[in-house]
């Protein structure tokens, strides 16, 4: 399910069942499989459910995916860094 943050008790589940509250994290209903990093999840998403993690484009890996994502972070005006006044 997708991650409500810190709100609706989710980072209290996390902690219980994983000892962290750190995302991104994955857990796979079909294997029972979870992982924190992003590039791991990623590699078993693609080894997994696609054509392997040596198909995984560049975009998508280390260094790159990490600044470009910061980049449109900044261009949305960090909007994940504050927490909505509806929340």
Known sequence: RPCPG????????LFEKTGRR???????PNSGTGMFESDDI???????Y???????PFTLKGGFATTTATFAAMARGMAGARVPPNA
Request: aromatic share 14%; hydrophobic share 30%.
């Open 6 to 13: 810190a709100r609706a008790g989710f980072s209290d589940e």
């Open 22 to 28: 750190t995302v991104p994290y994955l857990e796979d």
């Open 42 to 48: 990623i590699n078993y998403l693609y080894d997994t």
């Open 50 to 56: 696609g054509p392997g993690a040596g198909k995984v």
